[in-house]
T-cell receptor
Framework: KAGVTQTPRYLIKTRGQQVTLSCSPI?????VSWYQQTPGQGLQFLFEYFSETQRNKGNFPGRFSGRQFSNSRSEMNVSTLELGDSALYLC???????????FGPGTRLTVL | SQQGEEDPQALSIQEGENATMNCSYK?????LQWYRQNSGRGLVHLIL?????REKHSGRLRVTLDTSKKSSSLLITASRAADTASYFC????????????FGQGTILTVHP
């Protein structure tokens, strides 16, 4: 099976812009989770989608949003970018609640 | 999930030596998962041990779980330079809806 894919791999934006990141889970996986990783805060959970519904959300401002499509692909959007949004954004898919998650390579976002 | 606390924070060994990392958690769990992250292969799930298991092996990895002490250990035998990475434990209990809580991890450096 193909692994989790994320596009784009690298992105440079300026403050105030918005960005959309995409994630394709492993075939058959219906749960997609998103994480932000920074040197200072480590890995932090953003949100999780299952069957097109957001089931869980981390402690991030409303500028961070996401959605999931009927084929389980997911996107996350960050509006009004801030310098502090510079991070590695990882998505992961899972086949079942409580099981291991399989991570994509991440999207490295730099906000200038 | 709940955050596991890895110990030590950093570990430096020579190739061929064994590496042991420990993890402690606070409340009851369904399973405990170990992940590895390095620059080359991203964040990868290594092994999952369920609460009713005491030991599990996967290749050069050996994981133990002691639910009475709320602790787990990861042993990597005959370490290689390619094992250089950060290692995270995640204690999964209850219904987490896709949320894994990562700690700061153990940074393992294997010197050739």
């Amino acid at each position: 099976k193909a692994g989790v894919t994320q596009t784009p791999r690298y992105l440079i934006k300026t403050r105030g812009q918005q960005v959309t990141l995409s994630c394709s889970p492993i075939s058959g996986h219906r749960s997609v989770s998103w994480y932000q990783q920074t040197p200072g805060q480590g890995l932090q959970f953003l949100f999780e989608y299952f069957s097109e519904t957001q089931r869980n959300k981390g402690n991030f401002p409303g500028r961070f949003s996401g959605r999931q499509f009927s084929n389980s692909r997911s996107e996350m959007n960050v509006s009004t970018l801030e310098l502090g949004d510079s991070a590695l954004y990882l998505c992961a898919s899972s086949s079942q609640e409580g099981n291991e998650q399989f991570f994509g390579p991440g999207t490295r976002l730099t906000v200038l | 999930s709940q955050q596991g606390e890895e110990d030590p924070q950093a570990l430096s060994i020579q190739e061929g030596e064994n590496a042991t990392m420990n993890c402690s958690y606070k409340t009851s769990i369904n399973n405990l998962q170990w992940y590895r992250q390095n620059s080359g292969r991203g964040l990868v799930h290594l092994i999952l041990i369920r609460s009713n298991e005491r030991e599990k092996h996967s290749g050069r990895l050996r994981v133990t779980l002691d639910t009475s002490k709320k602790s787990s250990s990861l042993l990597i035998t005959a370490s290689r330079a390619a094992d250089t990475a950060s290692y995270f434990c995640v204690a999964a209990g209850g219904t987490s809806y896709g949320k894994l809580t990562f700690g700061q991890g153990t940074i393992l450096t294997v010197h050739p």
